[in-house]
T-cell receptor, first 113, second 110 residues
Framework: DTGVSQDPRHKITKRGQNVTFRCDPISEHNRLYWYRQTLGQGPEFLTYFQNEAQLEKSRLLSDRFSAERPKGSFSTLEIQRTEQGDSAMYLC???????????FGQGTRLTVV | RKEVEQDPGPFNVPEGATVAFNCTYSNSASQSFFWYRQDCRKEPKLLMS???SGNEDGRFTAQLNRASQYISLLIRDSKLSDSATYLC???????????FGAGTRLAVHP
């Protein structure tokens, strides 16, 4: 399967713990996005990369959130000191250079208890 | 003003009906437009791309009105399997990011 993969698919964590999610994009795609989605809402932009460069991070994102794409391939999203409001689906998508077509992974569903 | 605005619905229609959704966008530099379909608790999947005035793919037609900055999606002969949320994405090209609308929910009933 050469699609976008995300790991883990589900994560339950206690409030205050740190969590890290991984995304492996389609290999020839140099653009990688992270989104957060809650029930009844569209995907909310978090950050995106062009190769290893982080081009933008949402102003809505607190300093507890950080993302990396060290070699321009896979990416990680870390949330420190999780809060109940962080409970959501975290979606990763990749796209070819300069295109608006994005291909999504199946997401990581985070539950903070 | 939000970058992308969509009527959240739900649109409840019987099988066989024709239904249309609108999506308005604020960035006049948007060059291409995309409709994604998202089933409940699944990831979004690309449905249609629009690069000029419109696009047609079977029962689905997308039309672009650049002057009024909106794009519409028309679904003819609705099927039960069309029940989903439809997300609109305008794209300005280059290094610009993809911003999704909140989506329009469609429920097709027998």
């Amino acid at each position: 399967d050469t699609g976008v993969s995300q790991d883990p698919r589900h994560k339950i964590t206690k409030r205050g713990q740190n969590v890290t999610f991984r995304c492996d994009p389609i290999s020839e795609h140099n653009r990688l996005y992270w989104y957060r989605q809650t029930l009844g809402q569209g995907p909310e932009f978090l950050t995106y990369f062009q190769n290893e460069a982080q081009l933008e991070k949402s102003r809505l994102l607190s300093d507890r959130f950080s993302a990396e794409r060290p070699k321009g391939s896979f990416s990680t999203l870390e949330i420190q000191r999780t809060e109940q409001g962080d409970s959501a689906m975290y979606l990763c998508a990749s796209s070819p250079p300069g295109q608006g077509k994005a291909f999504f992974g199946q997401g990581t569903r985070l539950t903070v208890v | 003003r939000k970058e992308v605005e969509q009527d959240p619905g739900p649109f409840n229609v019987p099988e066989g009906a024709t239904v249309a959704f609108n999506c308005t966008y604020s960035n006049s530099a948007s060059q291409s437009f995309f409709w994604y379909r998202q089933d409940c608790r699944k990831e979004p999947k690309l449905l249609m791309s629009v690069y000029s005035s419109g696009n047609e793919d079977g029962r689905f037609t997308a039309q672009l009105n650049r002057a009024s900055q909106y794009i519409s999606l028309l679904i003819r002969d609705s099927k039960l399997s069309d029940s989903a949320t439809y997300l609109c994405v305008p794209f300005s090209g280059g290094y610009n990011k993809l911003i999704f609308g909140a989506g329009t929910r469609l429920a097709v009933h027998p």
